[in-house]
């Protein structure tokens, strides 16, 4: 059950990135402050995508962080990373760089490690409007340092001329009705664009589906047509696979994109055709 917390208060009518620390020289306090946490509403990318009402899929948002750090009662340094899986219904997205500067608040705070716990559930999930889950992991557990190639047939090289980068061109993409199949196909050629900073976001993709075959070159010039375009993770692959589903009538379809890491941070969305357990935390080589 969500919890409401009167203490900590966010104005989303507010919340535009002209209005935070985004993009701007940053004093990196080392004291938590939960006020940091900057939540971007979801309403809009997904009101242009004509989503209005029920989301026509399900998942979530895997977050990892990589430098998580804080004090025990007795003044030791702890590390470890953590985990956030942050529901696609709930009504935020949490900026990425307002994570880092919230996870940065903990340096000099002295707590044990369930309290940690308890207190970043709190926070994230006041601010993304729903609940979020977490797990604190010690960096010399072998799972935490475990690469894992997303599974699937690349399309990468492909037999494709490729020349249109953005806007994203769903038009592009080519069903053979006349062929269904069961697949599951692989790009690491996924690029956009903050569109706060302007900064290049990186991805690997894995796409799979049941359905009409898909034609890989015309997934691939797709998939580049995102290239120049400027959104957050979240709402790439909620586009990407809104796009599959209005094109390629697949009778089931799961999206799953995996982020490079900024700022200690990396974003790995998915998204499901149906409700389903979330995929493994497949760390990349990249990551």
Known sequence: MFLTYTFLTYTLSMSTPQDSELGKPTVYAGHYDASRLFPIARAGSRAALGIEAALPFAGADIWNAYELSWL???????????????????????????LK??????????????????????????????????????????????????RGAVIDFVDADVHHYGPPRPELLIAHHDLIVEETLVSHALKSNCPVTGQPDWASLQIRYRGPRIGRGALLKYLASFREHADFHEHCVERIFLDLQHYCAPSALFVYARYTRRGGIDINPWRASAAQDPPENQRQVRQ
């Open 72 to 98: 025990d009662p007795r003044g030791r340094p702890c590390v470890a990373l953590a985990r956030f899986d942050v529901p696609a219904g709930s009504p935020n997205i949490i900026e990425s760089k307002s």
């Open 101 to 150: 500067l919230y996870l940065n608040g903990f340096m000099q705070e002295r707590m044990e490690r369930t309290e940690l716990t308890d207190r970043i559930a709190r926070d994230l999930s006041l601010a993304a409007g729903a609940d979020v889950a977490i797990a604190i992991i010690d960096p010399s557990d072998p799972a935490a340092v475990t690469l894992t190639p997303l």
